[in-house]
């Protein structure tokens, strides 16, 4: 049993609540064990000027931590995005664009912004679960009006955390574990079960390719799991 008593291939329990907040066209708050990361989707009738008339859309994502989301307050970035957040703005952002036809988006911008307000580990994965239904809201928003054509989105796009601890492979690590974690994967996928992005270290020494197998195989059941909980939450 792990520190949580959860078994070895068993998510933490995670809540998808759709429609979290009023002004944005899409939000959710997703809850995946203690870490809680709210989700918004906003849509603008633009383009970055690199786009265009080119005939296709643009979705990106911000992302940020609230100085006591963790144990011990953090700063604000008033001077700009550290690294580690303008890493984790450009995966959710690649994440997210795989779940969406772009030449069907039309000249729009959709911004997804994820902040996090309680970390326990797997606060990006979670980010990009929960962006996904917030994504989804807005857009159906939009192809209920007659704005979009359905097929502009395509499978929901999920991501879970997989790695060895004390050379168990575990699934959906929380912050004890992953602070103790022999090998760290970030896995996100299409609900079809193709990847968009495997993020995947050893922290001490090496793994092989059966380990790596076993991990894969791992995320693939969890984030099953999770599309599940997407659609249950952005068709309501």
């Known amino acids: 049993m792990r520190f949580d008593g959860r078994a070895n291939d068993e998510m ?8 979290y907040l009023d002004h944005p066209e899409g939000s959710a708050l ?6 809680r990361v709210i989700c918004t989707a906003s849509v603008e009738e633009r383009v970055p000027p690199w786009l265009r008339d080119q005939s296709q859309g643009w979705v990106t994502a911000e992302y940020g931590m ?11 970035e008033t001077r700009g995005p550290r690294g580690r957040t303008q890493e984790i703005h450009r995966l959710i952002g690649r994440s997210l664009r795989a779940g969406v036809d772009l030449t069907l988006l039309g000249e729009r911008t959709v911004t997804v912004d994820c902040d996090v307000i309680q970390a326990d580990g797997g606060t990006r994965t979670a ?12 857009l159906r928003k939009l192809i209920k009006g007659g704005l979009l054509s359905p097929r502009v989105l395509g499978s929901p796009i999920s991501a879970v955390s997989v790695g060895v601890v004390q050379d168990q492979i ?31 270290t050893a922290e001490e ?3 092989s390719r059966e380990v790596m197998d076993q991990l894969l195989e791992l995320a693939e059941k969890g984030i099953a799991e999770l599309v599940k909980l997407q659609r249950d939450a952005y068709s309501q």
Do not use: C, W
């Open 12 to 19: 933490r329990p995670v809540t998808i609540t759709p429609g």
């Open 30 to 35: 997703i809850q995946v064990g203690r870490t």
């Open 66 to 76: 609230l100085p006591r989301s963790t144990h011990q307050r953090s700063p604000r």
């Open 127 to 138: 980010s990009i679960t929960g962006g996904y239904v917030a994504l989804a809201i807005a």
């Open 170 to 200: 575990l699934l959906d690590l929380n912050y004890d574990e992953d602070s103790q974690a022999q090998v760290d994967f970030n896995v996100v996928m299409i609900g079809t079960g193709k990847y968009v992005e495997v993020q995947g």
């Open 205 to 207: 020494g090496a793994f």
